[in-house]
C-alpha cells in the first residue's frame, strides 16, 4: 500500500523517537540493575572479609587458652602452689598484652588465679557467688546454633551452664569442668554486670580433666574491628554470637550490645550459613543485607537501607519519559509541517516525470525548491543519458561488489588475526607466571637439605617447565607476537630439541625416528620459525594417518639434482615422511596454496603447509611435497646451508653471595608467584620488599625505605604497568638499578631501556639479572671453556 510523504515523516519520527526512548528507559534500567547488583556484592565481600578477620580473633584467642592449658606449671594440678600460680599469672599477662579482658583458672568450687588485679591466686568461692542460673557462677549462657567450640561446633552434651565465667576479686564465679574447648556467648559478667563473652580450655593431665582455663572477650575489642572499616553512615554493621545477640555494631557501637536480633533473622541464621536477606534493623529501617557465619559460630552481617537501593529511580526514568514524549510531539508537528513544503514540489516533478515517459519534450519550471529545481533540469539531460548510462551503471555496480566483498574478507581476517593475538599474549603471560611459580618453587626445593633425594621429580619438573615455556613462545609465534631471529643451527642438535614437542603433537600412539646425517652442514634461520613448520607438518600427517604409525625425520646435505630450480649455492634437505592415506594428485599441486583445505569444516584452516613454504621461500629455499595415494607422504624443505658455525652459548655465573644483604624491592600481581619469588630471593641472602602492584610499590619506596634494586613485572592492574613504574622511581631516584620480568609484554618485542627477563626465569638468569643492575661482576663460561 503506497505512503504519502506526510505518513512516511511521521512514521520516520516515530522509528527514530520510540526505539531512543525504548533504548533510554532499557538503558536505565539496566544501569540501575548492575548498581545493586554490585552492591550486593560488595556487601558480601565486606561481610566475607570481616566474618573471616572475627574468626581470626577468637582463634587467636582460643589458641591463647589453648597455649597457656599447655604449661608445665599446670602438672601438678589442682594442687598448685602459690609459686606455681604466680608463674601462671605472669605468663597470662604476658600473653594477654595488647587485648582487655582477662584470664582465669577454676576447679569446679575455686578459683585458683585470675589476672583481675584485686583476685589473689588460690580465692575461695564464696557461698553466696552463684551466678544468674542458680549454679555457683553459672552464667546463663544461650547456645543459640550451639556455643562453638574451638575449630569446631561444642558438643550438644556441654551444657550451657559449662562454661567459666570471669572472676572478680571477692565476686569470682566458677562452674562445673567441661571436657571440651567452648566459646560461649556475650553475658553479663555476674561481678561487674559488664557484658562479655567466655572462652573455657579444659586442662587435661593423663586423659582427666583437672580444671578450666578461661579468657575473656570483651565488646570493646570487636567493636574497634568494626570501627577500622569506615562504613558509611547509612550502613548497617554487625558482629553476633552464636545465639544471635549483638556483640558489637555500625552504627552506635556498643550501645546495641547484648540485644537480640530479629525473629525472621535468627530463623534465616539457623538455616543457612551465608545468605542475602531483607529485614528490619534495631533501629527500625528496613534494610537489605548480607550474613557470614564463621566456622567459630559467631555472625557478621552487613546491609544497607532498602531505600539505598530502591531510591532514585523512578526520579532517573520520570525525565527520561517526559523527555521522549516532548520529542515525539514535537517531531510529529516538524514532519507534518515539513510535509507540507516538500509534497508540492515533488507533485510538479511528477508531472515532468510523466512527460519524460510519454516522450514529450520536459519544460523545467521553478517549483519553490532549489532541489526540485536541480532534479527538473536533470530530468530533461536524463532522456538521452539514460540508454548510455545503464550499461556503464552495471560494470561499475559489479566491480563495487566484487571490491567490497574482497574488502570484507580481508577485514575478517585482519580482526581474527588480532582477536588470536590479543587472545594468546594473555595467556601465554598467565601462563608463564603459573611456570614462573612452579620453577621458583621447584629450585627452592633443590636449595634444601633433602634436594638429592628429590632430584628426579624436582628434574622432571624443570623439564616440564622448560617445554611449558616453548609451548608459551609457540602460541606468541603463531599470534605474530614473537620476533624473526635468524641464528645458525645444527640440525643435529635443532631437531634433537624439537623431537619431544613434535612427539607431543603427534600423540602417543605415533613413533617417531630422527636420522641427522653425520655430514650435515649448518644452517641459518629463525629457530621459532623452523619449530612451527615442523609443528605444522606434524599436525597433517598425525591427521592423514588418524593418530597411528610410525613418522620419519631425515636431514642431510642436499644432492645436486635436488637444489637445481632453487638457485646456485649449496643446501640441506629435511623430509618429514608419513605412512598415511597420501594426497591426489590433483590435489597436490595446491596443496601449498593459502586457506586450501580438504578438511572438514571447523578441522582445518589451510594455512599450515602455506606457512610452511612461506617460511622455505624466505629463509631463500622451497618446500615441496611427493605423495601417493595409499602409500604416505613425503614434505622436503630445502633450506641453504650455512658456511658459519652455531654461536656457543655462554653460560654466565654469578656468585650467589653478590645479593647477599641487598634490598630488592619486589612487584609482582601474582600472589603465588610474588611469594614464591620472595622466598627464593631470601634464599639467596636477600632482603625482599614486597607489593602487589605499582601503588603499593610507590608507597613503599616512599615510605623511607633503601633499596638497591627493584624487581618488576611488565604487566599489572592499575593505570600504571611494569615500565612506567620504574621510570616514575627513576625519575624519584636517578640511577636506580631495576631489571622488568614478564611472561609476555610488548617490551619483550620491542626496544626498552631497561633489562627484561623473560618469565620463568631461572635463579641464575635472575641473580645474574639483579647483579648487572646493580654494577656487580659476573663471571661468563661456555664460550671460552
Same mark, same amino acid.
Given at each position: 500500500?503506497?505512503?504519502?510523504?506526510?505518513?512516511?515523516?511521521?512514521?520516520?519520527?516515530?522509528?527514530?523517537?520510540?526505539?531512543?526512548?525504548?533504548?533510554?528507559?532499557?538503558?536505565?534500567?539496566?544501569?540501575?540493575?548492575?548498581?545493586?547488583?554490585?552492591?550486593?556484592?560488595?556487601?558480601?565481600?565486606?561481610?566475607?572479609?570481616?566474618?573471616?578477620?572475627?574468626?581470626?580473633?577468637?582463634?587467636?584467642?582460643?589458641?591463647?587458652?589453648?597455649?597457656?592449658?599447655?604449661?608445665?606449671?599446670?602438672?601438678?594440678?589442682?594442687?598448685?602452689?602459690?609459686?606455681?600460680?604466680?608463674?601462671?599469672?605472669?605468663?597470662?599477662?604476658?600473653?594477654?598484652?595488647?587485648?582487655?579482658?582477662?584470664?582465669?583458672?577454676?576447679?569446679?568450687?575455686?578459683?585458683?588465679?585470675?589476672?583481675?588485679?584485686?583476685?589473689?591466686?588460690?580465692?575461695?568461692?564464696?557461698?553466696?557467688?552463684?551466678?544468674?542460673?542458680?549454679?555457683?557462677?553459672?552464667?546463663?549462657?544461650?547456645?543459640?546454633?550451639?556455643?562453638?567450640?574451638?575449630?569446631?561446633?561444642?558438643?550438644?552434651?556441654?551444657?550451657?551452664?559449662?562454661?567459666?565465667?570471669?572472676?572478680?576479686?571477692?565476686?569470682?564465679?566458677?562452674?562445673?569442668?567441661?571436657?571440651?574447648?567452648?566459646?560461649?556467648?556475650?553475658?553479663?559478667?555476674?561481678?561487674?554486670?559488664?557484658?562479655?563473652?567466655?572462652?573455657?580450655?579444659?586442662?587435661?593431665?593423663?586423659?582427666?580433666?583437672?580444671?578450666?582455663?578461661?579468657?575473656?572477650?570483651?565488646?570493646?575489642?570487636?567493636?574497634?574491628?568494626?570501627?577500622?572499616?569506615?562504613?558509611?553512615?547509612?550502613?548497617?554493621?554487625?558482629?553476633?554470637?552464636?545465639?544471635?545477640?549483638?556483640?558489637?555494631?555500625?552504627?552506635?557501637?556498643?550501645?546495641?550490645?547484648?540485644?537480640?536480633?530479629?525473629?525472621?533473622?535468627?530463623?534465616?541464621?539457623?538455616?543457612?550459613?551465608?545468605?542475602?536477606?531483607?529485614?528490619?534493623?534495631?533501629?527500625?529501617?528496613?534494610?537489605?543485607?548480607?550474613?557470614?557465619?564463621?566456622?567459630?559460630?559467631?555472625?557478621?552481617?552487613?546491609?544497607?537501607?532498602?531505600?539505598?537501593?530502591?531510591?532514585?529511580?523512578?526520579?532517573?526514568?520520570?525525565?527520561?519519559?517526559?523527555?521522549?514524549?516532548?520529542?515525539?510531539?514535537?517531531?510529529?508537528?516538524?514532519?507534518?509541517?515539513?510535509?507540507?513544503?516538500?509534497?508540492?514540489?515533488?507533485?510538479?516533478?511528477?508531472?515532468?516525470?510523466?512527460?519524460?515517459?510519454?516522450?514529450?519534450?520536459?519544460?523545467?519550471?521553478?517549483?519553490?525548491?532549489?532541489?526540485?529545481?536541480?532534479?527538473?533540469?536533470?530530468?530533461?539531460?536524463?532522456?538521452?543519458?539514460?540508454?548510455?548510462?545503464?550499461?556503464?551503471?552495471?560494470?561499475?555496480?559489479?566491480?563495487?561488489?566484487?571490491?567490497?566483498?574482497?574488502?570484507?574478507?580481508?577485514?575478517?581476517?585482519?580482526?581474527?588475526?588480532?582477536?588470536?593475538?590479543?587472545?594468546?599474549?594473555?595467556?601465554?603471560?598467565?601462563?608463564?607466571?603459573?611456570?614462573?611459580?612452579?620453577?621458583?618453587?621447584?629450585?627452592?626445593?633443590?636449595?634444601?637439605?633433602?634436594?638429592?633425594?628429590?632430584?628426579?621429580?624436582?628434574?622432571?619438573?624443570?623439564?616440564?617447565?622448560?617445554?611449558?615455556?616453548?609451548?608459551?613462545?609457540?602460541?606468541?609465534?603463531?599470534?605474530?607476537?614473537?620476533?624473526?631471529?635468524?641464528?645458525?643451527?645444527?640440525?643435529?642438535?635443532?631437531?634433537?630439541?624439537?623431537?619431544?614437542?613434535?612427539?607431543?603433537?603427534?600423540?602417543?600412539?605415533?613413533?617417531?625416528?630422527?636420522?641427522?646425517?653425520?655430514?650435515?652442514?649448518?644452517?641459518?634461520?629463525?629457530?621459532?620459525?623452523?619449530?612451527?613448520?615442523?609443528?605444522?607438518?606434524?599436525?597433517?600427517?598425525?591427521?592423514?594417518?588418524?593418530?597411528?604409525?610410525?613418522?620419519?625425520?631425515?636431514?642431510?646435505?642436499?644432492?645436486?639434482?635436488?637444489?637445481?630450480?632453487?638457485?646456485?649455492?649449496?643446501?640441506?634437505?629435511?623430509?618429514?615422511?608419513?605412512?598415511?592415506?597420501?594426497?591426489?594428485?590433483?590435489?597436490?599441486?595446491?596443496?601449498?596454496?593459502?586457506?586450501?583445505?580438504?578438511?572438514?569444516?571447523?578441522?582445518?584452516?589451510?594455512?599450515?603447509?602455506?606457512?610452511?613454504?612461506?617460511?622455505?621461500?624466505?629463509?631463500?629455499?622451497?618446500?615441496?611435497?611427493?605423495?601417493?595415494?595409499?602409500?604416505?607422504?613425503?614434505?622436503?624443505?630445502? &633450506?641453504? !646451508?650455512?658456511? /658459519?658455525? +652455531?654461536?656457543? #652459548?655462554?653460560?654466565?655465573?654469578?656468585?650467589?653471595?653478590?645479593? @647477599?644483604? %641487598?634490598?630488592?624491592?619486589?612487584?609482582?600481581?601474582?600472589?603465588?608467584?610474588?611469594?614464591?619469588?620472595?622466598?627464593?630471593?631470601?634464599?639467596?641472602?636477600?632482603?625482599?620488599?614486597?607489593?602487589?602492584?605499582?601503588?603499593?610499590?610507590?608507597?613503599?619506596?616512599?615510605?623511607?625505605?633503601?633499596?638497591?634494586?627493584?624487581?618488576?613485572?611488565?604487566?599489572?592492574?592499575?593505570?600504571?604497568?611494569?615500565?612506567?613504574?620504574?621510570?616514575?622511581?627513576?625519575?624519584?631516584?636517578?640511577?636506580?638499578?631495576?631489571?622488568?620480568?614478564?611472561?609476555?609484554?610488548?617490551? &619483550?618485542? !620491542?626496544?626498552? /631501556?631497561? +633489562?627484561?627477563? #623473560?618469565?620463568?626465569?631461572?635463579?641464575?638468569?635472575?641473580?645474574? @639479572?639483579? %647483579?648487572?643492575?646493580?654494577?656487580?661482576?659476573?663471571?661468563?663460561?661456555?664460550?671460552?671453556?
Amino acid at each position: 500500500m503506497p505512503l504519502s510523504i506526510r505518513t512516511r515523516l511521521l512514521l520516520l519520527v516515530v522509528s527514530v523517537m520510540v526505539p531512543s526512548m525504548l533504548a533510554a528507559l532499557w538503558l536505565s534500567w539496566q544501569t540501575w540493575q548492575d548498581e545493586q547488583k554490585a552492591l550486593v556484592r560488595h556487601l558480601q565481600d565486606n561481610t566475607r572479609a570481616l566474618s573471616m578477620v572475627v574468626d581470626k580473633e577468637l582463634s587467636q584467642r582460643a589458641g591463647i587458652a589453648r597455649m597457656l592449658s599447655l604449661s608445665q606449671t599446670l602438672d601438678k594440678g589442682p594442687a598448685l602452689s602459690p609459686e606455681d600460680l604466680a608463674t601462671l599469672q605472669l605468663q597470662s599477662r604476658r600473653a594477654l598484652q595488647g587485648m582487655a579482658g582477662w584470664v582465669e583458672l577454676t576447679t569446679a568450687d575455686q578459683v585458683l588465679m585470675s589476672t583481675r588485679e584485686t583476685t589473689p591466686p588460690g580465692a575461695a568461692l564464696s557461698p553466696g557467688q552463684a551466678g544468674p542460673s542458680g549454679q555457683p557462677g553459672a552464667i546463663g549462657m544461650q547456645r543459640g546454633n550451639g556455643g562453638a567450640s574451638v575449630g569446631s561446633a561444642a558438643p550438644r552434651g556441654v551444657a550451657a551452664s559449662a562454661i567459666a565465667a570471669g572472676a572478680g576479686s571477692a565476686g569470682s564465679t566458677v562452674q562445673p569442668l567441661v571436657d571440651k574447648p567452648v566459646i560461649g556467648g556475650l553475658e553479663p559478667d555476674p561481678v561487674t554486670g559488664q557484658l562479655r563473652a567466655v572462652i573455657v580450655q579444659p586442662v587435661e593431665r593423663n586423659g582427666r580433666v583437672l580444671m578450666n582455663l578461661s579468657m575473656t572477650l570483651l565488646p570493646q575489642e570487636l567493636q574497634q574491628i568494626i570501627d577500622a572499616q569506615k562504613m558509611p553512615d547509612d550502613w548497617t554493621a554487625t558482629i553476633m554470637d552464636a545465639a544471635g545477640t549483638v556483640v558489637a555494631r555500625h552504627p552506635g557501637g556498643t550501645s546495641h550490645a547484648g540485644r537480640r536480633a530479629t525473629q525472621d533473622l535468627q530463623q534465616r541464621m539457623m538455616e543457612h550459613r551465608e545468605s542475602v536477606f531483607e529485614s528490619v534493623s534495631l533501629d527500625g529501617t528496613p534494610v537489605i543485607g548480607f550474613f557470614s557465619t564463621s566456622p567459630q559460630g559467631w555472625t557478621f552481617l552487613t546491609a544497607v537501607p532498602r531505600q539505598t537501593l530502591l531510591g532514585g529511580r523512578t526520579q532517573a526514568l520520570r525525565p527520561i519519559v517526559l523527555g521522549s514524549l516532548v520529542l515525539i510531539l514535537g517531531g510529529f508537528g516538524g514532519a507534518l509541517w515539513i510535509s507540507r513544503r516538500i509534497s508540492r514540489p515533488i507533485h510538479q516533478l511528477t508531472d515532468i516525470a510523466n512527460k519524460l515517459r510519454a516522450g514529450e519534450p520536459v519544460q523545467a519550471g521553478p517549483t519553490g525548491m532549489a532541489e526540485c529545481d536541480e532534479v527538473a533540469l536533470a530530468l530533461e539531460d536524463a532522456s538521452a543519458a539514460i540508454r548510455q548510462g545503464r550499461g556503464e551503471l552495471e560494470r561499475r555496480v559489479n566491480e563495487a561488489i566484487i571490491r567490497t566483498r574482497e574488502a570484507e574478507q580481508r577485514s575478517s581476517r585482519t580482526q581474527r588475526t588480532a582477536a588470536l593475538g590479543r587472545l594468546t599474549g594473555g595467556v601465554a603471560h598467565d601462563f608463564n607466571n603459573l611456570l614462573g611459580v612452579i620453577s621458583n618453587s621447584a629450585h627452592l626445593i633443590q636449595r634444601s637439605p633433602h634436594a638429592e633425594s628429590l632430584a628426579m621429580p624436582v628434574g622432571a619438573i624443570m623439564r616440564s617447565v622448560e617445554v611449558g615455556s616453548r609451548l608459551t613462545q609457540h602460541l606468541l609465534r603463531v599470534s605474530g607476537r614473537q620476533p624473526v631471529r635468524p641464528q645458525v643451527l645444527d640440525m643435529a642438535t635443532a631437531l634433537g630439541e624439537m623431537k619431544e614437542l613434535l612427539a607431543t603433537v603427534l600423540g602417543k600412539r605415533m613413533q617417531l625416528r630422527l636420522l641427522v646425517a653425520p655430514d650435515t652442514r649448518t644452517i641459518q634461520v629463525d629457530a621459532a620459525e623452523l619449530e612451527l613448520a615442523m609443528i605444522n607438518i606434524a599436525l597433517n600427517a598425525r591427521d592423514a594417518t588418524n593418530g597411528m604409525g610410525d613418522i620419519l625425520l631425515e636431514a642431510r646435505n642436499a644432492e645436486p639434482y635436488e637444489r637445481q630450480d632453487v638457485g646456485p649455492g649449496d643446501f640441506v634437505v629435511i623430509t618429514f615422511t608419513d605412512k598415511g592415506s597420501g594426497i591426489p594428485e590433483d590435489v597436490q599441486a595446491r596443496v601449498f596454496e593459502p586457506f586450501f583445505t580438504t578438511k572438514d569444516v571447523g578441522k582445518g584452516t589451510g594455512l599450515g603447509l602455506s606457512q610452511v613454504l612461506g617460511f622455505c621461500v624466505q629463509a631463500g629455499g622451497t618446500a615441496r611435497i611427493a605423495s601417493q595415494p595409499g602409500h604416505g607422504t613425503t614434505v622436503t624443505l630445502l &633450506l641453504p !646451508a650455512s658456511t /658459519s658455525a +652455531p654461536a656457543a #652459548r655462554p653460560e654466565v655465573v654469578t656468585d650467589p653471595g653478590a645479593l @647477599a644483604g %641487598a634490598s630488592v624491592l619486589l612487584v609482582e600481581d601474582n600472589e603465588e608467584l610474588n611469594r614464591v619469588t620472595a622466598s627464593l630471593l631470601r634464599s639467596l641472602s636477600c632482603q625482599v620488599t614486597t607489593a602487589a602492584n605499582a601503588e603499593e610499590a610507590l608507597k613503599q619506596f616512599g615510605s623511607g625505605a633503601a633499596f638497591d634494586v627493584v624487581l618488576s613485572d611488565v604487566v599489572m592492574p592499575g593505570g600504571m604497568d611494569g615500565q612506567a613504574l620504574v621510570r616514575e622511581l627513576r625519575r624519584r631516584r636517578p640511577g636506580l638499578p631495576v631489571v622488568l620480568i614478564s611472561g609476555y609484554s610488548e617490551a &619483550l618485542t !620491542a626496544e626498552s /631501556s631497561f +633489562p627484561v627477563l #623473560r618469565k620463568p626465569a631461572s635463579p641464575a638468569q635472575l641473580l645474574d @639479572a639483579l %647483579a648487572r643492575a646493580m654494577g656487580k661482576t659476573a663471571t661468563a663460561r661456555g664460550a671460552a671453556d
